[in-house]
C-alpha cells in the first residue's frame, strides 16, 4: 500500500495533538451534557407536585355509615365530600353529625370541617366544634364546645388537645384537653374549672 505523505504544513506537533484531542473530548462532553439536561427536563416537568385531584366529590349529600356489627355508627349531612385518591378517607365542609354512643345515647355535632377515616371508626372535628348529647329518659342533655375534636367509634370515645366547654344542667365546666369514655358516661378535663348555676325553671 502506498503511503501519502503530508506536507510540512499540515503536520501536527505532539503539543498541537494533545490540544486537538482535548478539544474533542471537551465538545463531546458538552453535547453529552446538554442530552442528559434535556432528558432530565422532559422527566421533571410532567411530575405534578400538588396535592392529589379527589377521587370523587359529593355535593348536598346524606351518608350513613354502620360498624363492624352492622349498627348505625352515624349519619352525616353536608353541603360537600371529597374522597381521597388513594388513602379513602373523606374530607367534608360544614357536617352535621348524628352519632350513636356505645351506650345508645344519640349525640348531634357539628363544625366547620371533618376528616373521616377509610374504615369510618375516626372522625376529626375542626373549628367551631358543637357536639350535644340530646337528653332521653336515661341521660341528661350535655353540650361540647371546642376547636377540635376526635370521636373513636369503635372504643366510644371522645378525645381533644384543645381548650373545651361542657355544659350540663346547673354546671359549666372549663379545661384544655379532653378525655370523654362515652361507655362510663365519665368526662375528663385537664387544668378543669367547675361553676354551679341554679338550673333554670
Not at 355544659?167 to 378525655?179: A, F, H, V
Amino acid at each position: 500500500m502506498k503511503r501519502i505523505a503530508l506536507p510540512d504544513s499540515l503536520k501536527l506537533s505532539g503539543v498541537e495533538r494533545s490540544l486537538a484531542l482535548a478539544a474533542i473530548l471537551a465538545i463531546f462532553a458538552a453535547i453529552t451534557g446538554w442530552m442528559v439536561w434535556l432528558q432530565d427536563d422532559r422527566t421533571t416537568a410532567g411530575v405534578f407536585a400538588g396535592p392529589p385531584r379527589s377521587d370523587y366529590v359529593l355535593n348536598q349529600f346524606t351518608m350513613t355509615a354502620l360498624d363492624s356489627e352492622g349498627k348505625l355508627a352515624f349519619v352525616v349531612d353536608a353541603p360537600r365530600l371529597a374522597k381521597h385518591p388513594y388513602l379513602d378517607t373523606f374530607a367534608i365542609e360544614e357536617p352535621r353529625f348524628r352519632i350513636i354512643d356505645a351506650s345508645g345515647n344519640n349525640w348531634k355535632a357539628s363544625s366547620r370541617t371533618a376528616w373521616v377515616s377509610a374504615d369510618a371508626k375516626e372522625l376529626r372535628l375542626s373549628e367551631a366544634v358543637a357536639a350535644d348529647r340530646v337528653a332521653d329518659a336515661d341521660s341528661a342533655p350535655l353540650s361540647l364546645r371546642t376547636e377540635r375534636l376526635t370521636a373513636l367509634l369503635e372504643s366510644s370515645r371522645m378525645l381533644s388537645d384543645a381548650p373545651v366547654t361542657i355544659t350540663q344542667p346547673g354546671l359549666i365546666m372549663r379545661g384544655i384537653g379532653l378525655d370523654a369514655d362515652l361507655k362510663q358516661n365519665r368526662f375528663t378535663l385537664l387544668n378543669a374549672k367547675t361553676r354551679y348555676e341554679k338550673p333554670r325553671p
